[in-house]
T-cell receptor
C-alpha cells in the first residue's frame, strides 16, 4: 500500500518568512495530493490540492509543487502570518483507489 | 449550513460504557469515513462506506461498529469503552471513491475521553 512521509514534524518561523513542508509517497499510481490545515479544536480543512499532471499550483500565499519522478510534493507558504499557525497534513490518493493516505502532520508556529 | 456535522463534540464517559457518535453530511456525497486522531495528531482511517456499503474496514477492534442507515449518515457505536479509545474521532465524506479529484471533507471532530 501507499506510505506517505512528512517532514518536519514541527516548524517555527518568524512572521513574514516562508515555510516549506515536504512529503514523499511510495505508490507511483497515486495521482491526487491534497493538503489540509487543522486549526486547534477543529477538523482538517482542504487548503490546496494538486493532480499528477501538474507540476505546480498556486493560490495567493500558498503553493504546492509536485515531482512525480522523485515522488515528493511540497507545500510552500509565503509571507506567513500568525493565523497560519496550525497543523498541516499532506495526503495521497489515486482516482481508482478507495482511500487517502495521510502524512503524520507538521505543527507550524508563526512567531509574531 | 455545516457540510459534515457530527455529534456530540465532547464526550466524557467511564470505562466499560457504550457510546455512539453520529455523523451527517449534506453534500450529496456517496462515500463517508471515520478517522481516529490520536494524541500525536496521526490520522488513521477506521471505516469507509460507499452508498451504505462497507468498503474499508481497517484493523479496528470489534467493539467499534459503524452503521450507515443511508448515504448521508454514518454513525459509530463503541462498546465496552477502554482508556485507549480516548481520541478525537472525525467523520468525513467524499463524492465518490474512484472518481477524479475525490476530495475528503472533514467534520469538526468528536473529542472522546474515557475515564
Amino acid at each position: 500500500g501507499e506510505n506517505v512521509e512528512q517532514h518536519p514534524s514541527t516548524l517555527s518561523v518568524q512572521e513574514g518568512d516562508s515555510a516549506v513542508i515536504k512529503c514523499t509517497y511510495s505508490d507511483s499510481a497515486s495521482n491526487y495530493f491534497p493538503w489540509y490545515k487543522q486549526e486547534l479544536g477543529k477538523g482538517p480543512q482542504l487548503i490546496i490540492d494538486i493532480r499528477s499532471n501538474v507540476g505546480e499550483k498556486k493560490d495567493q500565499r500558498i503553493a504546492v509543487t509536485l515531482n512525480k519522478t522523485a515522488k515528493h510534493f511540497s507545500l510552500h507558504i509565503t509571507e506567513t502570518q500568525p493565523e497560519d499557525s496550525a497543523v498541516y497534513f499532506c495526503a495521497a490518493s489515486r482516482d481508482t483507489g478507495n482511500q487517502f493516505y495521510f502524512g503524520t502532520g507538521t505543527s507550524l508556529t508563526v512567531i509574531p | 449550513d455545516t457540510a459534515v456535522s457530527q455529534t456530540p463534540k465532547y464526550l466524557v464517559t467511564q470505562m466499560g460504557n457504550d457510546k455512539s457518535i453520529k455523523c451527517e453530511q449534506n453534500l450529496g456525497h456517496d462515500t463517508m469515513y471515520w478517522y481516529k486522531q490520536d494524541s500525536k495528531k496521526f490520522l488513521k482511517i477506521m471505516f469507509s462506506y460507499n452508498n451504505k456499503e462497507l468498503i474499508i474496514n481497517e484493523t479496528v477492534p470489534n467493539r467499534f461498529s459503524p452503521k450507515s442507515p443511508d448515504k448521508a449518515h454514518l454513525n459509530l457505536h463503541i462498546n465496552s469503552l477502554e482508556l485507549g479509545d480516548s481520541a478525537v474521532y472525525f467523520c468525513a465524506s467524499s463524492r465518490n471513491f474512484g472518481s477524479a479529484g475525490n476530495t475528503i471533507y472533514f467534520g469538526e471532530g468528536s473529542w472522546l475521553t474515557v475515564v
